[in-house]
């Protein structure tokens, strides 16, 4: 089975630039989360989704990112003008989800790397 | 306050030694989940284990265990028999609370494995 699908893997772009980033969730779940890692922030998350509803997004840095998911199987992340500190490693990750007493782990994807310049 | 602790940046173990990763935790809230996640130099993020809140015993997966001290607010990871494929960066998280599903992640201990 193919796991969650990222793309692009690298991202290079000039300050000011829009920047969309890509995903597919692992087919059947409910669930699909955005994550950021950067030496300075460690793994913080962004947004996530329920059944392409957001749910949380108070990790979202500003109004220059917005995600969405217009379908099931489909999730973008995007960064609109782009600036240097955006630089960092973006993953997409998918689960069964289920709050609470859940053990379902979050499958993540490969990541895409971002320079902007 | 941090949520979640890890207090090692770096570990050190030779290959087939049992090693055992930091972690603690802070909340309020009774119901929480505990995660284990390995990522490795090509960067992919790897579950590893996992401890509910109410889970009478600790958790384990092959080599990897959970040692889950609930007073004391710590879930640390144990590798036994360590293999020069363990040598990666560590990371605990947590999952604070019934209605949620978002995880708050450590700032992660990297351990090296060596012959």
């Known amino acids: 089975d193919a796991g969650v699908i990222q793309s692009p893997r690298h991202e290079v772009t000039e300050m000011g630039q829009e920047v969309t980033l890509r995903c597919k969730p692992i087919s059947g779940h409910d669930y699909l989360f955005w994550y950021r890692q950067t030496m300075m922030r460690g793994l913080e998350l962004l947004i996530y989704f329920n059944n392409n509803v957001p749910i949380d997004d108070s990790g979202m840095p500003e109004d220059r990112f917005s995600a969405k998911m217009p379908n099931a199987s489909f999730s973008t992340l995007k960064i609109q003008p782009s600036e240097p500190r955006d630089s960092a490693v973006y993953f997409c990750?998918?689960?069964?989800?289920?709050?609470?007493?859940?053990?379902?782990?979050?499958?993540f994807g490969p990541g895409t790397r971002l320079t902007v310049t | 306050a941090q949520k979640i602790t890890q207090t090692q940046p770096g570990m050190f173990v030779q290959e087939k030694e049992a090693v055992t990763l930091d972690c603690t935790y802070d909340t309020s809230d009774p119901s929480y989940g505990l995660f284990w996640y390995k990522q490795p130099s090509s960067g992919e993020m790897i579950f590893l284990i996992y401890q509910g809140s109410y889970d009478q015993q600790n958790a384990t997966e092959g080599r990897y265990s959970l040692n889950f001290q609930k007073a004391r607010k710590s879930a640390n990871l144990v590798i036994s028999a360590s293999q020069l494929g363990d040598s990666a960066m560590y990371f605990c998280?947590?999952?604070?609370?019934?209605?949620?599903?978002?995880?708050?992640f450590g700032t992660g201990t990297r351990l090296q494995v060596f012959p």
């Open positions: 990750a998918s689960s069964l989800g289920l709050a609470g007493f859940s053990s379902y782990e979050q499958y």
């Open positions: 998280a947590m999952r604070e609370g019934y209605n949620t599903d978002k995880l708050i």
